[in-house]
Structures are given as C-alpha cells and as structure tokens.
C-alpha cells in the first residue's frame, strides 16, 4: 500500500512539476496523469476499510482493484497523449531567416 500511496503522490505531482520546468503544451495529458493518481489514492483507501465484515471487505477488494485499472489506463493514455504531443509539436525556436538576393 505505501507504494500505491507513493506513486500517487508521483502522479498528483507531475503537472506542477510540468509547469515548472516551462513544458508548455496541452495540459490535458499532464490532468489525465493527475486524476489517475487521485484513483491511486482511492485504491489505498480502499486498502484501508474495515476488513472484519465479509461483505465490507469484499467491496474494499473489488473498489481496490476498479481503482488500480483505472489509475493505471489513465496514466499510461496521459504519458501516451504527451508524447504524441511532444512528437507532432513544430519547433518555433528556431529563428527563422529569409534570404533574399539583391541584384546590384
């Protein structure tokens, strides 16, 4: 569980990070990261419930496991999205000159 805790916080972390390093492209893919690591978090809260009543436990085990899949598919579609973001953006750093021949 601490573990799951630990890669939630990894996951909730790495949009500011994002914004702080100056990584300017589309914020959805760092938000879908973002919110799988809020399903990171449920999972271990589930981990957490009272484990002594059959039927509490039971739904802790299946809330725990909805939530790890849906974690995982939301960080592997947002690291997905940002490098298909990273791929098809145009260099504008470049400078860009026009030569231009003069007749004297």
Not at 66 to 80: D, P, R, T
Request: hydrophobic residues 50%; contains cysteine; charged residues 15%.
């Amino acid at each position: 569980m601490y573990e799951t805790i630990i890669l939630a916080i990894a996951c909730l972390s790495a949009p500011l990070f994002a914004k702080y390093a100056g990584y300017e492209i589309h914020k959805k893919p760092y938000d879908m990261v973002g919110v799988g690591g809020l399903f990171f978090l449920l999972a271990a809260a589930f981990g957490l419930g009272p484990m002594r009543v059959d039927f509490l436990a039971q739904i802790g085990r299946v809330g725990g496991t909805v939530s790890q899949i849906l974690g995982w598919l939301l960080v592997i579609f947002g690291a997905f999205r940002a490098t298909l973001d990273v791929i098809m953006e145009e260099d504008t750093s470049r400078l860009k000159i026009k030569i231009t021949r003069t007749n004297p």
